[in-house]
C-alpha cells in the first residue's frame, strides 16, 4: 500500500512558502500541506507564551490531514516547539538543522545570526552553536524592518540595501565568515544582505537545508516517498497582498488553490 | 453623586497611545482605560472580518468598566465600526473628526491620506471626504513600512526620511495643501512626513481632533467630567518592547501601571 500522507509545513505567514518551495523544487514529487497563520502575524514582535499557544493551534490544525512529518518553517515559532516529534511523527524546526550546517561551514569560528526580536531575544541560536562548539563566537543581531520591506517587495532597492548596512555592518566588524538568515522572509532579501555582509560570507538558509533533512529521512525510511505531487495550501487571513505572495513565492506554474483557515 | 466611570480608548498595539497621550494632555483629571491589542498587531495587514471580530473582542473586553465613551483610536479597526454608539454610549472613530476637519482647513480643496494597506484599501477617507464635498480632489497612499519604523524607533532620521519621500512625493505633483496621518502611528514620524510634504502642508492628526471632539461632548453634558484622572493601561501581549513605547509615549511623570489583558 502506498502512503499518501503529505508532509506538513507551517508558518505565520507567507515566508515559510521560502522553505516549502525549496522542499517541493527538490521533492516534486512528495505530498505537501501549508498553513499559513496570517490573521495573527508576525509572530516575531509577540512574547513566548503567546508564540507557544499559536504554534500548538497551527500543529493541531495540521494534524486532521494525518501527516507524516511536521516542518516548522518560522523561525518565532521554533524557538518555542522543544519537541523533536509531534503526534508520533517527526517534527523539524528551522532552527537545528541551520545551526548543524552553520558549525559545520564556518573556518573562523565567528558567526553572525539575524532574525526577528522574538528569534533573537531568545538567544536559542548561541546557545545550539555553542552546544555543538563551545568555542564558537556568535554575534546577533534582529533586524525588524526585513519583514515589513520583503513584505513591500522592496527586493533589491537602495533603500533595503541601506537598511541591511545598518543592521549588519556593526557585527561584521568581527571575522564573521557565516551569516545565518534566521527568519524565512530573509532569502527574499539576500541580495542586500549578501552587499551589506559582504561577498566572500556564507549565507545559511533554512530551505535548502531542510530539504537535505528530509531527503535523509526518506533514505532512512522514516518518511515514505509519495507521487501524486499534492499541494495544499492554507492561511488564515487572506488579503490580495497574501494571496499574491503565495502565488510569486510558489511560482506561476505549480498548481495549487489557496485555501482559509479558520484558527 | 460624581460620576467616575472612565472614558475607553483602544488600538491594535500602541501607537494609539499618541491619541490618548492627546487626550490626557488636554483633560489630566478625566478617567481613561487604554487597551492595545498587541497580542494580534498590526490589524493593517488583515482583513476587514477579521478586524471586525478583533475590534468587537476589544470593545468588549472595555464594556465591563462600564465606560461613559469608547473611541477606536486605530485607523484600521475604525474603517470597520460604523457604529456611533456602544451599548447606548458614543463611540468615536479616529476617522470622521479627521475628515471633519480636513474639509475644514484646505483651500485647495486636494487632500493626501495616509494610512496603512487595510484603511488605505477601504477607501473610506475619500468616500467621506467626498460626502463631505463632492468635489474634494482625494489621493491617498498606504505606507505599510511606516508602522515598524516608528516602532524601530528610526524617528527623524534619514532612512526614514527617504522613505517618506518615496511614499509621499509622487501625491505631491498635485496641489494638496492637507495631508492626514490616518494612522495612530504616524505622528511619531511627524517630522519625516512634514520633509516629504513641504512646510506648507498642514498635518491632519487624531490625537488633537479627538480630544476637541471629548470637550464638546463634555460641554454638551452627553459626558460627565471625572476628578481622579486615573488611567489603566491593559496589552493583550507584554513584551520588553511594548512596555517602553508605552512608557515613553505617556511619559515618566505619568502614574500607571501596565496591565495583562487576556482576549
Same mark, same amino acid.
Given at each position: 500500500?502506498?502512503? $499518501? %500522507? ?15 518551495? *525549496?522542499?517541493?523544487?527538490? @521533492? ?6 501549508? /498553513?499559513?497563520? #496570517?490573521?495573527? @502575524? ?19 490544525? @495540521? =494534524?486532521? !490531514? ?9 523561525? *518565532? ?11 508520533? %511523527? ?32 531568545? %538567544?536559542?541560536? =548561541? ?7 563551545? &568555542?564558537?563566537?556568535? !554575534? ?16 533589491? &532597492? ?10 549588519? =555592518? ?48 526518506? /533514505? ?14 492554507? @492561511? *488564515? &487571513? ?9 502565488? =510569486?513565492?510558489?511560482?506561476?506554474? /505549480?498548481?495549487?488553490?489557496?485555501? #482559509?483557515? $479558520?484558527?
Amino acid at each position: 500500500m502506498i502512503n $499518501d %500522507k503529505p508532509i506538513a509545513v507551517f508558518d505565520s505567514g507567507v515566508g515559510g512558502l521560502t522553505v516549502l518551495k *525549496s522542499l517541493k523544487d527538490r @521533492l516534486p514529487k512528495q505530498n505537501f500541506i501549508y /498553513l499559513g497563520d #496570517s490573521a495573527r @502575524l508576525p509572530y516575531g514582535s509577540k512574547t513566548p507564551q503567546t508564540i507557544r499557544k499559536y504554534a500548538v493551534q497551527c500543529l493541531s490544525f @495540521l =494534524s486532521q !490531514f494525518e501527516p507524516q512529518a511536521y516542518i516548522v518553517a518560522c523561525n *518565532s515559532a521554533s524557538t518555542q516547539i522543544a519537541e523533536s516529534e509531534w503526534l508520533g %511523527k517527526p517534527l523539524l524546526t528551522v532552527i537545528e538543522p541551520v545551526v548543524k550546517v552553520a558549525s559545520q561551514v564556518t573556518k573562523t569560528h565567528h558567526i553572525g545570526v539575524i532574525g526577528t526580536r522574538a528569534t533573537i531575544n531568545s %538567544k536559542l541560536f =548561541s546557545k545550539l552553536l555553542k552546544v555543538l562548539n563551545p &568555542d564558537e563566537h556568535v !554575534f546577533e543581531q534582529s533586524c525588524p524592518l526585513f519583514v515589513p520591506l520583503a513584505e513591500e517587495g522592496w527586493v533589491d &532597492d537602495p533603500i533595503t540595501n541601506l537598511i541591511a548596512y545598518r543592521y549588519i =555592518s556593526p557585527m561584521m566588524q568581527n571575522p564573521i565568515d557565516t551569516l545565518i538568515l534566521g527568519c524565512t522572509h530573509y532569502p527574499l532579501l539576500k541580495s542586500s544582505i549578501q552587499k551589506a555582509s559582504g561577498a566572500g560570507v556564507n549565507l545559511i538558509e533554512a530551505g535548502p537545508t531542510l530539504a537535505n533533512e528530509i531527503e535523509h529521512l526518506i /533514505l532512512n525510511q522514516k518518511i515514505d516517498p509519495t507521487q501524486d505531487g499534492s499541494l495544499r495550501i492554507f @492561511l *488564515s &487571513d487572506r488579503t490580495s497582498q497574501s494571496d499574491f505572495w503565495t502565488k =510569486s513565492l510558489m511560482g506561476l506554474d /505549480l498548481d495549487f488553490e489557496i485555501e #482559509s483557515a $479558520d484558527l
